[in-house]
């Protein structure tokens, strides 16, 4: 018994040096484990600045090809809760919206070109055609595809502001809100807020637009999330010194966006599993009205 005391005694105090160490190592590694982690500088920039870089950024996108599924709440849609898509978009306007059932067949179309569009609900035995500005006039049917094509503006890029259209900056936390103004005169009134539109000041991509009613409601609320780098990163031209320039971009665009209606019809939730930009549209992509 002695022994095995001694023994024991022995081992306990080798242990303690060992001991001491692992927990110097220990509260070292907490202080970095714990301690403030590096934040992401915010970007300055001016009300000009933002709308040079919306004109940049609808500018980088000639065609869009596009997979899809969507995630539909609130009875937006007069068809499923999810539904797979595609969509195919050739600049300036010209837009074709696709919903299929999980079994592939064909749920929905809508082919907006200009300012004429066609939407078919084959499952319904429907169409209707006429033009966006017509939409609440034709009813609730149309509306949701309307509102849908405001949402792709996450991946042809967010409407540039108009030469006539005035701007307004301020801060709101770690964003920049800009604020469009309608032209003096439009509607026989003074200057009303027509779009928000918030963004991100660590990278200044755009993560908000609202679109608002004449009388100052929001119509719309689109949020762009999980942005990602799409096509073709592009050939680099070499400097004198052979060197690559620093600075060439990727093109950016949202891989979720959540679209919701501001008159309460209900949400709807697009998720992109492929965005192929600059690739030639072939001859019946685009449909027609």
């Known amino acids: 018994m002695k022994d095995v005391k001694g023994k024991t005694g022995t081992v ?15 509260a070292l590694s907490g202080c970095a484990l714990f301690g403030p982690s590096e934040t992401i500088p915010l970007k300055q920039a001016t009300a000009e600045q933002l709308t040079a870089l919306l004109h940049q950024q609808a500018g980088e996108v000639r065609t869009i090809k596009g997979l899809f599924s969507a995630k539909i709440t609130g009875g937006i849609l007069p068809i499923g809760q999810r539904v797979q898509g595609t969509v195919f978009y050739q600049r300036p306007n010209a837009i074709r919206l696709r919903g299929f059932s999980a079994v592939g067949s064909e749920i929905f179309e809508f082919v907006q070109i200009d300012d004429q569009f066609t939407l078919r ?24 595809f309307q509102l849908s094509v405001w949402a792709m503006s996450g991946i042809t890029g967010t409407q540039a502001v108009g030469p006539q259209e005035q701007v307004l900056l301020s801060e709101d936390g770690s964003r920049y809100r ?34 608002l009613t004449p009388t100052g409601e929001i119509e719309a609320t689109m949020q762009f999330d999980d942005y990602r780098a799409v096509g073709d990163a592009p050939e680099a031209t070499p400097t004198s010194n052979g060197q690559s320039p620093a600075g060439d971009k990727r093109i950016m665009r949202p891989f979720t966006i959540r679209m919701t209606d501001g008159q309460g019809s209900g949400s709807l939730q697009v998720t992109f599993h492929e965005l192929v930009p600059n690739e030639p549209i072939k001859p019946g992509e685009l449909g027609r009205v």
């Open 121 to 144: 609900l084959p499952t319904m035995g429907r169409e209707v055609t006429g033009r966006p500005s017509e939409a609440d006039q034709l009813g609730k049917l149309t509306r949701p």
């Open 12 to 26: 306990k105090r080798s242990c303690r040096p060992i001991c001491a160490v692992m927990l110097i190592v220990l």
């Open 178 to 211: 800009l604020d469009v103004l309608t032209a003096a005169g439009t509607n026989g009134g003074a200057p009303v807020v027509s779009r928000r539109i918030w963004f991100d000041r660590r990278n200044l991509l755009v993560v908000q637009e609202e679109r």
